[in-house]
C-alpha cells in the first residue's frame, strides 16, 4: 500500500534560493556496494543515488548496515565490490567529507578551541571561534571537554566537523545518546545550518521521527538493499502534529516491524518504545 | 550574628585538623620512640634516641660529608632513570606501535623482565666491579621494564575511536602520533614513571649497599663497620625523604600533564 504525498508548498518556496547555494553540496552516487563484515555480509548491490545538498536520512534495524554505509563512505570500511562517487569525476579537488558519530570523540586532552582546529592551522582560528559562537558556546573555547554536558560536546562536535565546511556531512546516529529536549534543540541547530550552508546530508537514525522532522527523503535498508525510499514532502519546519507526518511515520514504522518475525516479535516492547525503533 | 564567625573558625578547625591528620602517626611514633630511648626501655646499641639522630644528622650535614653522598646517590639514580626510563619508553612506543617491533621484541624482553635486576648483582660485579656502570647498569635495568610495559599496554589501549575520528580529519604519520596517540598513552606511562622513580630508590639502595665507596648506601654500610647507629638510621630516613621526593616529582608530572584528565579537575 503505497503512501503518497502532494504537499509541495514547503519545497517550492525554497527553490528560488536553493539553486546556487546547492554549489557547495556534491552529489553521491552508490553502485553495486557489497560489504561483509567478520565473514557476514552487512550490505549487498546496494544502490542509491543522492542529489547535490540532499538531506537524506538512513534507518533501519540494528544491524541493518546503516553505519557501515556511512562508514564506507567516509572510507573507514573497505568495500568488497562496488564504488562510491562523492562529487563530480572531474576531479576539482577531494571534496571535504566530514562524519559525526554517536559519541563526540573530543579528544579529552585538547581544550575546546582546540579540538574544533583538529587538522587545521592557525590560519583557521577565526572561522572556528565564529563556529563555535554559532553553535552558542563561544565562552567554552578554553574549557576541557570533560566538563561539558552531553549536549554541548555534541555541539562542539558538530563545530569541528562544520569549520571545515565540508560539502558533505554524514551523521551517525549523533543525537542517540542525548536527552529528548537537548534532542529536539539539536535537530532544529543541524536543519538551520544545512537550510544556510546547503551541504549534502546524510543521517543514520533509529529515530523515523527524527528522519522525517530532518530529511528530504528517508531510506529504509533492509537485507543489504534499499528498503523503502520515500521522499518527504513537508514543508519546513515539520511539526509532528502533522498528518501527513503521522501517515509517513506510520508508513516507515510499519515496515520496519513487518520484517520481525512473529517468534521474536514482542507485542509490549513494540507499544512502549515509541518512535524508537 | 555572633554564630557565623564561630561556625567558619570551626571549619576552619575542621580544614586543619584534616591536614594535621596524615602526619600525627609519625610525629607520635616518634615521640613513643624518643621516650623509650631516653628511659633506656630501648638501648642505644640497637636503635639510636631521634635526638641522637638529629645531632648525628647536624654533624653529618655540618661537615657537608652528607651532602656529598646525598648528590653522589641522586646523580646515579636519576641518570639510571634517564637511561633506562628513556629505553624503556622508546622500545614500548616501538613495540605498542610496530606490530613488526612487537612480533619481534617483545618475547625476548617478557622473558628477560622476569629475571630480578638484583640477582644479576654477581654477574654486574664480575662485569663492572664497583664502578659507577654497575649501579647505573642495575638502575636502568630496574625502571626499564615498568617504564616499558605502561607505555606498550598505554599505546595498545588508545581509544580506537579517537584514532579513527583523527584519522577521518585527515591526521596521518607523526600528526596522528602527537596529537592523538600520545596523549592518549601518557596516563599510563605516567603510572609506569611513578613505580620506576620509587623502584628507582630500591635498586639503588641496594647496589650501593653491597659495592660502592660513595653514596647514601655506602655511607650506612660504613657506619655499621664502626657500630654507628644513629649515622645509619640517618641514612635510612634519607631514603625514605628522597623516595618521597621522586614520588612528589612523580604527582607534579601527572597533575601537569593530565591536567585534562576528569580526575585532575578541581571540583565545580
Known sequence: MPVTFSSRDGMASQESTTEELHARGVAVTIKDLSIALGGRTVLQNFNVQISRGEFVAIVGRSGCGKSTLLRSIVGLEKPQTGTIAIGSTAGAGKPDVRIMFQDSRLLPWKRILPNVMLGLDRSFLARARQVLAQMDLADRAHDWPAILSGGQRQRVALARALVHDPSLLLLDEPLGSLDALTRIEMQQLIEEIWRSRRFTAVLVTHDVAEAITLADRVILIENGGVGLDETVYLPRPRTRGNSHFAALEEHILGRLLQRRSPAEANPDLAATSGFDV | ?268
Open chain 2, 1 to 268: 550574628m555572633t554564630a557565623s564567625p564561630a561556625i567558619s573558625s570551626r571549619f576552619q578547625l575542621r580544614a586543619f585538623a584534616l591536614r594535621a591528620l596524615p602526619w600525627m602517626p609519625p610525629i607520635l611514633l616518634l615521640l613513643f620512640w624518643q621516650w623509650a630511648s631516653s628511659t633506656g626501655v630501648l638501648p642505644g646499641r640497637f636503635l639510636p634516641s631521634p635526638r641522637a639522630v638529629l645531632t648525628s644528622f647536624i654533624e653529618l650535614s655540618a661537615s657537608g660529608e652528607l651532602w656529598t653522598h646525598v648528590r653522589v646517590s641522586t646523580v646515579r639514580a636519576f641518570s639510571g632513570f634517564a637511561l633506562g626510563g628513556g629505553l624503556g619508553l622508546i622500545l614500548g612506543l616501538l613495540t605498542g606501535s610496530f606490530r613488526w617491533a612487537e612480533t619481534l621484541l617483545d618475547t625476548t624482553l617478557q622473558m628477560i623482565r622476569n629475571i630480578p635486576p638484583l640477582a644479576l648483582i654477581p654477574l654486574v660485579i664480575l662485569w663492572f666491579g664497583i664502578d659507577e656502570s654497575a649501579k647505573l647498569f642495575l638502575v636502568s635495568l630496574g625502571v626499564f621494564f615498568p617504564v616499558y610495559i605502561n607505555t606498550y599496554h598505554g599505546i595498545q589501549s588508545v581509544d580506537r575511536g579517537l584514532v579513527e575520528m583523527g584519522k577521518s580529519y585527515g591526521l596521518s604519520g607523526w600528526r596522528l602520533y602527537r596529537e592523538i596517540i600520545l596523549p592518549g598513552a601518557l596516563p599510563s606511562i605516567l603510572v609506569g614513571v611513578r613505580f620506576a622513580l620509587g623502584f628507582m630508590w630500591v635498586i639503588l639502595i641496594v647496589a650501593e649497599t653491597i659495592s660502592a665507596r660513595s653514596g647514601i648506601g655506602y655511607m650506612t654500610m660504613n657506619a655499621r663497620e664502626f657500630m654507628q647507629t644513629d649515622v645509619m638510621v640517618v641514612g635510612i630516613l634519607l631514603y625514605a625523604l628522597l623516595g618521597k621526593f621522586a614520588d612528589l616529582l612523580a604527582k607534579g608530572l601527572e597533575r601537569y600533564w593530565l591536567r585534562w584528565h576528569p580526575a585532575y579537575q578541581p571540583a565545580r
